[in-house]
T-cell receptor
């Protein structure tokens, strides 16, 4: 019954590898997001998708590629992992874009990525 | 550019004390929304409140209250009679009317001691 789920919860990998994090929401929301939270707890939006279409693409290395096969899923693929990619990655969803009524973001539990 | 400042990096209080977490924002959006989220030690992010820019009414929810002052660009959060379970990192955030400029503040770590 989890509203926003992410897999895996923990991911430990070597530099240079390629990895993916999956996100699914069962809330029927139109918009999904990826955030990165660094070791100092600073949260930064990376991407947002609305109805499978990329809306926000912040300054993120192109080694990061989001993929939305359908409205309920937004996966994050990372190529050639670097030490600085170590962080907690949060997926979120909201009813629609913007901050209107009932449009708070619901967050997944996070994926802690450690690059060795 | 849009910016959210939470000047208090860490706050420690003793249980049952009242505590206010400050949030100051900068925006060029005419219509915008402000949020507070809680991140307890377990790591998940929990939505607390949303406020739109044209509604300056303060809000109270149990021990939580929020004071939105457009004139000072502040959206402060007060916990009354704090409890140990309130210990968490609290984030203030801003977004424009259409989801643009979504920015989180740096967070305030609140420790409530028994």
């Amino acid at each position: 019954d989890t509203a926003v789920s992410q897999t895996p919860k923990y991911l430990v990998t070597q530099m240079g590898n390629d990895k993916s994090i999956k996100c699914e929401q069962n809330l029927g929301h139109d918009t999904m997001y990826w955030y990165k939270q660094d070791s100092k707890k600073f949260l930064k939006i990376m991407f947002s998708y609305n109805n499978k279409e990329l809306i926000i693409n912040e300054t993120v290395p192109n080694r990061f590629s989001p993929k939305s096969p359908d409205k309920a899923h937004l996966n994050l693929h990372i190529n050639s992992l670097e030490l600085g990619d170590s962080a907690v990655y949060f997926c979120a969803s909201s009813h629609h874009m913007g901050g209107g009524s009932y449009n708070e973001q619901f967050f997944g539990p996070g994926t802690r990525l450690t690059v060795l | 550019a849009q910016k959210v400042t939470q000047a208090q990096t860490e706050i420690s209080v003793v249980e049952k004390e009242d505590v206010t977490l400050d949030c100051v924002y900068e925006t060029r959006d005419t219509t915008y929304y402000l949020f507070w989220y809680k991140q307890p030690p377990s790591g998940e992010l929990v939505f607390l409140i949303r406020r739109n820019s044209f509604d300056e009414q303060n809000e109270i929810s149990g021990r939580y209250s929020w004071n939105f002052q457009k004139s000072t660009s502040s959206f402060n959060f007060t916990i009354t009679a704090s409890q140990v379970v309130d210990s968490a990192v609290y984030f203030c955030a801003h977004t424009g009317e259409y989801g643009q400029n979504f920015v989180f503040g740096p967070g305030t770590r609140l420790s409530v001691l028994p």
